[in-house]
């Protein structure tokens, strides 16, 4: 079942519930305050007429005129009976209703009177009680019934006779059948009213959703990135649809960057492809190659399956930390990984000065992270550094605090980044320009320090570039700090 019926029978049940009961209650009341009336009416008479009859032994209300109905339209037949059930005298509108046994209603009380017309239960009308020696009855006469009122009179212990007051209840009965037809009519229409104002609404409410469920639907269907949803007000399911509309955007630069880099990484790929496959073709061709020629193919053949060798590893790693969830931080102290580091890069690189600043002294600088990475970022910046610094240069390593965090610096000797390349350097397989090539590198140790660096909330950038070197600069926040962006001077060189 769709979720717009689910709610329009959901908010039309539960209106058509509520409604139900306050129409009940007062249906039921009209109902009752009917009946009730007439047997006021009935008890109000028969009384005045037992005064009447315990004061001088007779009462002129059996004498009045009563044919025409009283001011209130109810018409009120009086009759009194000897002590033995005889009729003694009824009054002149008297249509020749059937003679009973007056004590037949005392020995067995009728039902409230609304029963025969509407049959409601006695707990939602409540039935009137008048106590001993009086009660009421039902009688049929004339196609109709009558509601009657029997009193037996008394004087002392002795019964000196019965009064008896009658009321046609034909016009009641119809008025209460007629109320109950319009009940059941206005309550239906009312209902089905309602569960199409509720399918209306719904389907107003859920028409974002249907943008959004029609558009993922496209989405899937076309790889369509580029469709967004027109946001709605700025409620609830505007939000939603300003996040989906988001999604889709990351979506799309994910889907443009995964497009980029499966290009990028088959296009590496395929260059020591190439040469191994050129250099097996000539072995085979000159199978007695001189063997200085030799051992520079097989040397030409290793150099390109070392790199083939770091290229598969370096895009298995960026897979697996883009996949991974961030590290479990812990305490992790950069003087003593920036050592570390340094002592790698000088053994990796003996040609080079590799110098380590650390400031203030004695510090441990220790920031919130995952030490294995924090060294790997070190090192890739550090190596990085040495492949573009001539040999005998230096390359140096600044370690300080600052206010919130500490801030590492890793400065080469090398020709700097062209500003048309700047921007780049951190994408993967960037290429740039003779002079920063990659020197046998698989273009993406920068990439892969880029996302160590987000992975710890560390900002990465380049602090200074030109003639004289570069600076690459890492920040970190310590414990508690927010995540740091690059900041606007990070683009910039000197």
């Known amino acids: 079942m769709k979720l717009r019926l689910r709610l329009t029978v959901a908010y039309g049940l539960l209106f058509a519930a509520v409604l139900t009961a306050l129409s009940v209650a007062g249906y039921a009341a009209l109902i009752r305050e009917q009946f009730v009336t007439l047997d006021r009416v009935l008890v109000t008479t028969a009384r005045l007429v037992e005064s009447g009859i315990l004061r001088s032994g007779r009462s002129y209300a059996l004498d009045a005129e009563t044919a025409r109905p009283s001011r209130d339209g109810i018409v009120i037949v009086l009759r009194s009976y000897a002590p033995d059930g005889t009729l003694a005298q009824r009054s002149p509108n008297d249509p020749g209703l059937p003679v009973t046994a007056p004590w037949a209603p005392l020995r067995t009380p009728a039902p409230p009177a609304f029963w025969d017309a509407v049959p409601l239960p006695d707990w939602i009308v409540r039935r009137e009680v008048v106590g001993d020696g009086q009660a009421f009855g039902t009688l049929g006469a004339g196609g109709q019934r009558w509601r009657r009122y029997v009193v037996q009179i008394r004087q002392a212990t002795r019964t000196v006779g019965y009064v008896e007051a009658l009321t046609p209840l034909a016009r009641a009965d119809d008025t209460a059948q007629a109320a109950t037809r319009l009940f059941l009519t206005v309550l239906a229409g009312t209902v089905l009213g309602v569960l199409g104002i509720s399918w209306?609404?719904?389907?107003?409410?859920?028409?974002?959703?249907?943008?959004?469920?029609?558009?993922?639907?496209?989405?899937?269907?076309?790889?369509d990135l580029t469709r967004r949803v027109r946001p709605g007000p700025p409620d609830e399911l505007g939000q939603l649809t300003v996040t989906f509309n988001e999604m889709l955007g990351r979506l799309q630069r994910a889907w443009a960057s995964q497009q980029r880099f499966v290009e990028d990484a088959s296009h590496e790929l395929r260059a020591p492809m190439t040469v191994l496959r050129g250099n097996l073709d000539l072995l085979r061709q000159y199978p007695r190659m001189d063997a200085a020629e030799r051992a520079e193919v097989v040397a030409d053949m290793d150099r390109e399956t070392w790199r083939l060798s770091r290229l598969i590893e370096d895009l298995l790693l960026l897979a697996q930390r883009e996949q991974d969830a961030p590290p479990p931080r812990?305490?992790?102290?950069?003087?003593?990984?920036?050592?570390?580091?340094?002592?790698?890069?000088?053994?990796?690189?003996?040609a080079h000065n590799v110098t380590l600043h650390l400031q203030p002294a004695g510090d441990p600088l220790t920031v919130?992270?995952?030490?294995?990475e924090v060294q790997q970022l070190l090192l890739i910046l550090l190596d990085n550094a040495v492949k573009y610094s001539p040999g005998g240069?230096?390359?140096?390593?600044?370690?300080q605090g600052q206010p919130g965090s500490v801030q590492v610096d890793v400065e080469d000797q090398?020709?700097?980044i062209d500003a048309e390349d700047l921007p780049h350097i951190f994408h993967r397989f960037y290429r740039a320009d003779p002079a920063r090539q990659r020197q046998g590198g698989t273009g993406l140790g920068l990439a892969i320090a880029q996302l160590i660096a987000s992975r710890h909330g560390a900002a990465l950038f380049v602090a200074r570039t030109g003639p004289g070197g570069t600076v690459f600069r890492v920040t970190f926040p310590l414990s508690g700090g927010t995540p740091l962006e690059p900041r606007p001077e990070g683009h910039a060189w000197a």
């Open 200 to 223: 209306v609404v719904a389907g107003a409410v859920l028409r974002p959703v249907t943008a959004l469920t029609r558009a993922a639907r496209t989405v899937a269907g076309s790889r």
């Open 414 to 416: 090398g020709v700097g």
């Open 368 to 372: 919130p992270g995952h030490r294995d």
């Open 393 to 399: 240069t230096r390359v140096g390593v600044r370690v």
């Open 330 to 350: 812990e305490g992790v102290s950069l003087r003593e990984v920036a050592q570390a580091a340094a002592q790698d890069a000088q053994k990796l690189s003996p």
